[in-house]
């Protein structure tokens, strides 16, 4: 736990207040420019020159930097810069943001450019639907970070020259499809749009009377936490039930401008779901994670999905055994409030969706009697009574 700890101090004192103006190139921003989301989107870091000159400790990346840029895109909001801790070199932002030579390596015959077979799951273009009742709505290929981990770095590279005409053809697909009762609006990253845009995808997706939930899937929180304004969260607010489906993957994140952002969003009604990507060296540690989902039920943010890393291509060193997942949510189950435990999933290679991963707690299962293995490894039996009592369609393929 000294890690974390160490690890939560460390930002707690980056975030001294005018703590950006240490960085020269940000001496004289005002504090009034640096919590505006439009000079943060100004001043976006995207050259491994920029990055040095904030970060002059890690000149010997330069190279390794540059030789990804012609594959990958870099780029990071000043404010996410600002949490890199100098003094680590695998700081875990820094792993999170900042190209690798490692995401030029690619393993045959595992690494996919589309893992999830998203592209073969759009009726139409941006649209992906994949389960019965909800789709993937994809209005933008920009983020204000690349994260390095990326699933769909994809699509980030693909520049969308008819957008409009993309998300109307989207809308027409979800109006004509009455089985869909959920849209999760992601991109790139929902909230980089203009807000204008957005909230006609979203007036145009409520007007559908079919549409039950809309979610809105964005990194902002964590990567530019200021675009959470009260005019963004109030435009929201008209559209209810939406959801707000975010993506902290370390202690580090949670600043108190993130949770300021997120205090906005829930306070208005927004429910908000983190979805945690399994990362080694950034997550891979029971007590990281233990940090992490103590940190954001205390923001009242949800811990929804802890998932297992793709097999995109460039992000294999990211990725951890599957065992490594399987104890993590040993360690979590009994040791920690259930509010606080995600479900841990694989988003299944091919198209086959999310699966969940569970520690196997049966020991057997003989006639009526199952024993059961607890969080503190103790045997316990269970009797099953007799009878099955459900009447609905579905039961009769379980009672076979």
């Known amino acids: 736990?000294?890690?974390?700890?160490?690890?939560?101090?460390?930002?707690?004192?980056?975030?001294?207040?005018?703590?950006?103006?240490?960085?020269?190139?940000?001496?004289?921003?005002?504090?009034?420019?640096?919590?505006?989301?439009?000079?943060?989107?100004?001043?976006?870091?995207?050259?491994?020159?920029?990055?040095?000159?904030?970060?002059?400790?890690?000149?010997?990346?330069?190279?390794?930097i540059r030789s990804t840029l012609g594959?990958?895109?870099?780029?990071?909001?000043?404010?996410?810069?600002?949490?890199?801790?100098?003094?680590?070199?695998?700081?875990?932002?820094?792993?999170?943001?900042?190209?690798?030579?490692?995401?030029?390596?690619?393993?045959?015959?595992?690494?996919?450019?589309?893992?999830?077979n998203e592209d073969k799951d759009m009726p139409v273009p941006g649209l992906v639907h994949r389960y019965p009742d909800r789709v993937l709505f994809l209005i933008t290929e920009i983020c204000s970070l690349y994260c390095r981990f990326c699933t769909r770095r994809r699509v980030i590279l693909e520049k969308q020259s008819h957008i409009d005409r993309q998300i109307d053809m989207g809308i027409d697909y979800i109006r004509t499809h009455?089985?869909?009762?959920?849209?999760?609006?992601?991109?790139?990253?929902?909230?980089?749009?203009?807000?204008?845009?957005?909230?006609?995808?979203?007036?145009?997706?409520?007007?559908?009377?079919?549409?039950?939930?809309?979610?809105?899937?964005?990194?902002?929180?964590?990567?530019?936490?200021m675009r959470i304004t009260p005019s963004l969260v109030s435009m929201l607010k008209k559209y209810q039930p939406?959801?707000?489906?975010?993506?902290?993957?370390?202690?580090?994140?949670?600043?108190?401008?993130?949770?300021?952002?997120?205090?906005?969003?829930?306070?208005?009604?927004?429910?908000?779901?983190?979805?945690?990507?399994?990362?080694r060296k950034i997550n891979s540690c029971p007590d990281i994670m233990k940090a992490l989902n103590y940190e954001l039920i205390g923001m009242r943010v949800k811990p929804y999905y802890l998932y297992q890393c793709d097999l995109s291509e460039g992000i294999g060193h990211f990725r951890t055994p599957l065992?490594?997942?399987?104890?993590?949510?040993?360690?979590?189950?009994g040791h920690m409030s259930g509010l606080a435990i995600p479900t841990f999933v694989i988003d299944a290679p091919g198209g086959g969706g999310k699966i969940p991963i569970l520690p196997d707690y049966v020991v057997s299962h003989t006639g009526n009697k199952i024993v059961l293995k607890n969080y503190e490894g103790k045997d316990f039996t269970y009797t099953e009574p007799p009878q099955w009592d459900c009447r609905c369609s579905t039961s009769a393929s379980f009672k076979k």
């Open 71 to 116: 594959k990958y895109k870099f780029t990071s909001t000043p404010y996410y810069m600002a949490l890199i801790d100098k003094n680590n070199p695998e700081c875990p932002i820094k792993l999170q943001a900042v190209p690798s030579k490692l995401e030029m390596h690619i393993t045959p015959g595992v690494d996919q450019r589309d893992p999830l």
């Open 1 to 64: 736990m000294d890690q974390v700890q160490n690890i939560q101090t460390s930002v707690l004192k980056n975030q001294e207040n005018l703590y950006w103006q240490r960085f020269k190139r940000w001496a004289k921003v005002t504090e009034k420019e640096w919590n505006d989301w439009h000079w943060q989107y100004q001043n976006l870091i995207t050259t491994p020159e920029e990055f040095i000159e904030l970060f002059p400790e890690f000149e010997n990346e330069v190279a390794d």
């Open 323 to 333: 065992s490594v997942g399987l104890e993590i949510m040993k360690a979590l189950r």
């Open 178 to 225: 009455p089985e869909i009762r959920d849209v999760i609006i992601s991109g790139g990253d929902a909230l980089v749009v203009g807000e204008k845009l957005l909230e006609s995808v979203i007036s145009r997706l409520r007007a559908i009377p079919h549409v039950i939930t809309i979610r809105l899937g964005s990194r902002i929180p964590v990567v530019c936490p």
């Open 242 to 279: 939406i959801f707000f489906m975010t993506h902290f993957n370390h202690p580090a994140e949670i600043t108190p401008e993130a949770k300021k952002a997120c205090a906005l969003l829930v306070d208005n009604g927004i429910p908000i779901m983190n979805q945690t990507v399994l990362l």
